[in-house]
């Protein structure tokens, strides 16, 4: 069979990777890490840099095709690697991760195709910040435009006073200060593209958040989710058309009084997408790799009526065995040890059938 190369070893790399051996590929990952969540459950790792680019290349001739599970990638890298190497293809391409790992391109990207986002600004200075601050007003948040994640990397600021302890907070530049969105629900939309261009999307995710991290996931939505679905969804399909996406993507949306406010992308699968493992006919990662295999796609319907995932954040996951006796749950642990706080360690899925 042929060997699907992963960058990323976490566990969005295990998931696709037992997603993989289903369909009787392996997977070889490369990452930083000497091992991960991912490790266990594929056939090959390899540990280097993602701005190595003669790693990188070996790696590449290694495999049938490669594809990632972190945005963090050097975007760069990959980019001398499809112009270099040529037979190897890289889905999704890197050019989605170059718009995508930068908070200030994605939004520039997806407001020229017509979407609208919270009002922004680029921040390269704390006389910049006190500028910005006075235009967009407050509340506002100010974030990294680079490897933040988890609600890591962002300040609030309720007042302009705020300003400089907000600017040392993460960091200083490059920033990006957004308008504080007042929405009634978050919600993902998760989007599969095939090498042909043909799109599946499932039913819309309604998100939770605990301080800053994603809590609680569930399906179907409803209410003002349902009434600006169909907004959302054009953007989701014009931004991965857009790229010539090829993969599963991932789209960040407030559900603001005048419709969709776009908040972020993944060019990757996502973890508001984790319940389609159980949940859906055909789960996210399942997908992905049929796309990137050049597969037909398959069907993204519900499996049952209703759905929640529930992630298991820090000592949360000790409570397993309680979770083992429920009928309706499936049990994940990523297998990374040590329960940290904040760190997530695993999730829950339960399927209804009322
Ligand atoms: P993820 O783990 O999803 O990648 P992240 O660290 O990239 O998260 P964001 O998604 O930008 O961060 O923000 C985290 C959360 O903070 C959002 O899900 C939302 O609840 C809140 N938030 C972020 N930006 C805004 C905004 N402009 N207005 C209102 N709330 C916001
Ligand atoms: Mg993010
Ligand atoms: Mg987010």
């Not at 990452?31 to 993602?50: K, L």
């Not at 609680?216 to 939505?221: A, E, G, H, I």
């Amino acid at each position: 069979g042929s060997t699907i190369g992963i960058l990323g070893g976490g566990q969005l790399g295990r998931m696709l990777a037992m997603a993989a051996a289903n369909l009787g590929y392996r997977c070889h990952i490369y990452a930083p890490e000497p091992s991960g969540p991912a490790s266990e459950v594929s056939a090959a790792w390899t540990q280097g840099r993602y701005d190595d680019d003669a790693a990188l290349a070996a790696f590449a001739a290694r495999v049938d095709v490669v594809t990632y599970e972190f945005e963090n990638v050097d975007a760069a890298a990959l980019v001398r690697l499809g112009a270099a190497g040529g037979c190897t293809p890289i889905h999704p391409t890197p050019r989605a991760l170059e718009v995508a790992q930068d908070r200030l391109n994605e939004k520039d990207f997806v407001t020229g195709l017509g979407g609208r986002t919270a009002p922004y600004r680029a921040i390269d200075s704390l006389d910049g910040l006190k500028e910005a601050l006075a235009a967009i007003g407050t509340p506002a948040i100010l974030k990294t435009r680079r490897m933040g994640y988890d609600g890591k990397g962002q300040a609030r600021i309720m007042h302009p006073d705020d300003a400089g302890a907000a600017w040392e907070a993460i960091g200083g530049a490059p920033a990006i200060l957004e308008g504080f969105v007042a929405f009634d629900r978050e919600y993902s939309i998760l989007l599969a593209r095939g090498a042909d261009g043909e799109t599946a999307l499932w039913d819309p995710v309604t998100n939770f958040h605990a301080a800053g991290i994603l809590d609680l996931s569930t399906v179907p939505s409803s209410g003002i989710v349902l009434d600006q679905l169909g907004e959302a969804s054009a953007l989701a399909r014009r931004i991965a058309d857009a790229l010539g996406y090829v993969g599963v993507m991932a789209f960040e949306f407030f559900a603001g009084a005048e419709g969709p406010v776009f908040n972020e992308m993944a060019p990757r699968v996502h973890n508001s997408g984790h319940w389609t493992i159980e949940g859906a006919i055909t789960s996210q990662f399942e997908n992905h790799i049929r796309a990137v295999c050049g597969l037909p796609l398959g069907s993204t319907a519900l499996a049952a009526n209703r759905v929640e995932m529930r992630n298991l954040i820090g000592a949360a996951a000790n409570d397993w065995l309680s979770i083992l006796a429920e009928r309706s749950a499936h049990l994940h642990l990523y297998g990374k040890g040590d329960p940290r706080p904040g760190r997530k360690m695993g999730h829950v899925t339960r399927l209804f059938f009322d």
